[in-house]
């Protein structure tokens, strides 16, 4: 519903005509929400029916690549160079082939290359006749499996990883996958499929808790973002923590602070009472009474797990939701600082509460979409718009170009201009002054890159890494059981930690099956990479 409104001088704006236009504001937007949950109904509706609902394209313009420069005269475009198709190919066989039947007095000049990739995927059945024989003191024994052969498995280790590569990498689901191995000729059952994929995984399982813990030591900033994951038929949520060396993807039931503090702790299930929780307490208005009882002198202040938690709380007669809530948080916040995170590192989010942690940041993009979703009602409305996000699309230029080059100098005039932008009066309050009350809200969180350059202004990567585990929810639905859950957290992570470092994470399962180890441990070339970078960013400061 939109409508044109006649321009209104500054000389009528009574203060009945403000509040007239502030109304019409209000209500403009509620229709837009009414609008947006209409559609959304009717793209649910088409769905059921076997349709597809209508496209939604809302592009932000903060992030949009630079356009490339013009080519001089001769000059082609970057990565059209000729290069050899089979530089980096693996040649596994070689074949020589004589000319047939050459006439008398014809003579041998060269050999002429010729080469042709070919995949091979036929089913193969191999039995194995293990010799048992009966020692002296009449024991038996029986003859050892060779090597590469998976003792107690009666599927090798290629299908094992083919099985998982296609559904977690290629995202082909289990129907599909049986159907598949039994045209080639494996016999398997449905049930055996889910089995490989979802039991006996606990050194992958290990892998993925090691990657948490060394990417949060190592980290200067992690990026986080949560979806929907639904698990046996009820809602759930899955909290993704990540950045440019690893990714981890956790499903839980809820996605609190609590919940948050829980998954960035890991697999230690302990709790802990330092300064960190000290301060914790205090930002967040915890009664002193309670503080005295947890931290007075002589009281313990490390907990093995949840029900030493819980055991101290009641001892202790805690027992107001909001003061246990508030002191577990505490706790969980000590813990993880107690595990080697620094108090120092910078939490990236889209803004929600739940991930205002330690040294916050805030994702520009976030911060700017309310105002591209807002609906003119007329041409001044508009230009008010535009304007505004004109502002903050220069400001977050500049802001970059410091985040590349960081000039401390630069500092002041920054934080001058995104005052004078959040500040600067407006005649659609309840629209886009909400905008930048909301900005000057968090504008320390907003500027952070001042401080920490290293700190990106977007959540773009997050945002780009949950994506693959939206597309499996939307594939499988939900997942059925707590062992099906915890794999596909784990492998989801996994794949993508493996995206990040360079490994190829065909081979990485392979290596992980056999157990070969020529792969290194992830965590191992997380702390290796980030030893390197930290390495870089000394040389390059200078003396």
Not at 67 to 91: D, H
Not at 133 to 143: E, F, N, W
Not at 321 to 326: D, E, F, G, N
Not at 361 to 367: E, G, I, R
Request: glycine content about 6%.
């Amino acid at each position: 519903m939109k409508f044109q409104l006649p321009p209104i001088p500054d000389a009528e704006r009574t203060p009945l005509v403000e509040a007239l236009l502030a109304i019409i504001d209000g209500q403009q937007q509620r229709i837009l929400q009414l609008e947006e949950t209409v559609q959304q109904l009717r793209d649910e509706m088409a769905i059921l029916k076997g349709e597809k609902p209508r496209p939604k394209i809302a592009p932000s313009q903060l992030e949009q690549p630079p356009p490339k420069p013009p080519l001089s005269a001769g000059q082609k475009r970057p990565g059209s160079a000729k290069r050899s198709k089979n530089a980096q190919l693996t040649i596994t066989d070689e074949v020589l082939v004589p000319f047939p039947n050459a006439p008398d007095g014809s003579m041998h000049l060269r050999y002429e290359e010729f080469i042709v990739q070919e995949l091979v995927l036929q089913a193969k059945a191999t039995r194995y006749l293990r010799e048992r024989i009966q020692l002296p003191d009449g024991s038996t024994r029986l003859a050892a499996l060779p090597e590469g052969v998976l003792e107690g498995k009666h599927f090798g280790p290629e299908l094992i990883a083919y099985v998982m590569y296609q559904y977690h990498q290629c995202h082909v689901t289990q129907p599909l996958l049986l159907e598949q191995l039994q045209e080639v000729g494996i016999d398997i059952s449905a049930g055996q499929i889910s089995n490989l994929l979802t039991e006996h995984h606990e050194e992958f399982h290990r892998e993925k808790a090691d990657v948490l813990t060394a990417g949060l030591q190592v980290a200067s900033y992690i990026g986080v973002d949560d979806t929907g994951a639904r698990h046996q038929g009820n809602n759930g949520y899955c909290t993704a923590i990540g950045n440019d060396l690893f990714a981890y993807f956790e499903s839980t039931a809820s996605k609190s602070r609590l919940n948050f503090l829980q998954v960035l702790r890991g697999a230690d299930p302990g709790y802990t009472i330092n300064e960190v929780t000290l301060a914790y307490w205090a930002q967040q208005g915890l009664a002193q009474a309670v503080v005295a009882k947890l931290s007075g002198e002589g009281q313990p202040c490390q907990f093995a797990d949840e029900a030493a938690w819980q055991t101290r709380l009641a001892e202790l007669h805690i027992t107001a939701k909001l003061h246990v809530r508030l002191a577990s948080e505490g706790a969980l916040l000590g813990q993880l600082i107690a595990q080697g995170v620094s108090p120092e590192l910078s939490i990236l989010s889209d803004g929600a509460p739940q991930f205002d942690l330690l040294v916050h940041a805030s994702c520009w993009v976030h911060a700017e979409r309310p105002l591209a979703r807002l609906v003119p009602y007329n041409d001044i409305h508009r230009a008010a718009i535009a304007q505004i996000r004109q502002q903050i699309w220069e400001l977050y230029q500049d802001l970059k170009k410091y985040r590349a080059q960081p000039d401390p100098a630069a500092k002041s005039t920054l934080t001058v201009r995104f005052e004078a932008l959040v500040n600067q009066p407006c005649h659609f309050p309840v629209s886009i002054g909400q905008v930048l009350k909301e900005m000057r809200a968090h504008q320390d969180d907003l500027l952070r890159v001042l401080e920490r350059p290293e700190v990106p202004l977007h959540n773009n990567g997050m945002e780009s890494d949950i994506r693959g585990y939206v597309k499996v929810r939307k594939i499988s639905g939900s997942t059925r059981s707590a062992s099906g859950r915890r794999c596909r957290d784990t492998f989801a992570s996994l794949k993508k930690t493996c995206r990040k470092l360079g490994v190829n994470f065909w081979a990485y399962l392979k290596e992980r099956i056999r157990g070969v180890g020529k792969i290194a441990w992830l965590p191992e070339i997380i702390r290796a990479r980030a030893a390197e970078s930290a390495a870089k960013s000394a040389e390059a400061v200078p003396a």
